[in-house]
């Protein structure tokens, strides 16, 4: 049973997207699969069970989720024995800040794993933080550099990736970044902003990454509206024409301010659509106020993100080599 153990520098670098994805992509492959996270949270467990399980029926392969709540190296060894005699392929353990290098590079020794590092991208990222990394985990590491801006690739493909092969240190590819992993539902938004959602909407079909405001302009509404995708568009709630334009560019949601409710037509073809209408007592500017901070609320727990993760992986990372081993 091949074992990795998921690991990064900081907290919310992103190890449970990673591990719920790989576990996604090999299961589709038609390997079994295990994920263990020595240190769980309610949180990390609902979304391998809501990721994964939407997807049951069609996986080829079959997949365990098992967690402690606490990290104890005789539980763990017992979990791993456990996991190995159910036949899984592969073992992806989801690693947690709090615990030690020491104690991890034990785990790993222990497990005959291997560590998997998620090293997110920054203006700083070079050649030495890798070969810091690499004597910290005893050189039984591959990497993953995460989270890149779309003008930093030219430097991670070109420059930093040919630097680390030529120092004998594998990094398998990098993951762009995209603003759809930091979207957010309009369940969370409403929630977030003390909205209310006054009609029905299908909740896995919509994720709002962008957020505009609908206003007067030179240009027609629906002309800028649609310069984008996933949005969220504010507008006042006595505007109908502002409205029907947002609905018409296929809007992810509509939030209506100063707590008016649409109009009979707008209320119909939002319906008709199955757009969600949040409204909100404050006014436009007060509202965009209130959407401060929302981006540090968004989990992993969407079909879209999930499917947006995989094909960033498939892009620029080298999955054959979880396949192969």
Request: hydrophobic share 35%; glycine share 4%.
């Given at each position: ?8 520098e900081n907290?919310k ?28 949270t ?7 069970q ?24 005789i539980s ?28 991890i ?5 222990k497990l005959?794993a291997?560590?998997?590092?998620l090293?997110?991208?920054n ?9 810091k990394?690499?004597?910290d ?5 591959i ?8 003008f930093?690739?030219h430097?991670?493909?070109?420059e930093?990736?040919p ?14 970044e995209?603003k ?6 309009p369940?969370?938004?409403a ?6 959602i ?12 962008n ?6 302009g030179?240009?027609p ?10 949005k969220?568009?504010?507008v006042?709630?006595d505007?109908?024409d ?8 296929n809007?992810?949601?509509l939030?209506?301010?100063?707590n008016?409710?649409p109009?009979?037509?707008i ?7 199955k757009?969600?209408?949040i409204l909100?007592?404050?006014n436009?500017?007060?509202t ?8 540090d609320?968004?989990l992993?727990?969407?079909s ?5 993760y995989l ?5 620029s ?7 192969k081993?």
């Amino acid at each position: 049973m091949q074992t990795f153990y998921i690991t990064s520098e900081n907290k919310k670098d992103g190890k449970t997207s990673l591990t719920t994805t790989l576990a996604h992509y090999l299961l589709s492959k038609g390997l079994n699969v295990g994920i263990f996270n020595p240190l769980c949270t309610n949180e990390e467990e609902s979304i391998y069970q809501k990721l994964l399980g939407q997807n049951e029926e069609k996986y080829p392969g079959k997949y365990i989720i098992m967690s402690n709540s606490k990290f104890d190296l005789i539980s763990i060894k017992q979990n791993y024995d456990s996991l190995k005699e159910n036949e899984v392929d592969i073992l992806l353990i989801d690693g947690n800040n709090s615990i030690s290098k020491e104690n991890i590079n034990l785990l790993v020794t222990k497990l005959d794993a291997k560590t998997l590092f998620l090293a997110k991208y920054n203006s700083k990222l070079d050649e030495k933080n890798f070969e810091k990394w690499n004597k910290d985990f005893n050189k039984n590491i591959i990497f993953i550099i995460s989270q890149i801006y779309k003008f930093a690739t030219h430097y991670i493909e070109t420059e930093l990736m040919p630097k680390l092969k030529s120092k004998n240190i594998d990094c398998f590819g990098y993951i762009p970044e995209n603003k759809i992993l930091l979207g957010t539902t309009p369940k969370q938004i409403a929630e977030y902003i003390k909205g209310k959602i006054i009609n029905e909407y299908d909740e896995q079909k919509f994720l709002i990454g962008n957020f505009l405001i609908g206003g007067m302009g030179m240009d027609p509404a629906e002309y800028h509206f649609n310069q984008y995708e996933n949005k969220g568009i504010i507008v006042r709630g006595d505007r109908p024409d502002i409205q029907m334009s947002a609905i018409n560019s296929n809007c992810s949601c509509l939030i209506l301010t100063n707590n008016i409710k649409p109009i009979e037509y707008i209320q119909n073809e939002a319906d008709l659509e199955k757009i969600p209408i949040i409204l909100v007592k404050e006014n436009t500017l007060d509202t965009l106020e209130n959407l401060n901070g929302l981006i540090d609320s968004s989990l992993f727990n969407h079909s879209v993100k999930l499917n947006k993760y995989l094909e960033l992986l498939n892009s620029s990372v080298q999955l054959k080599f979880f396949i192969k081993n």
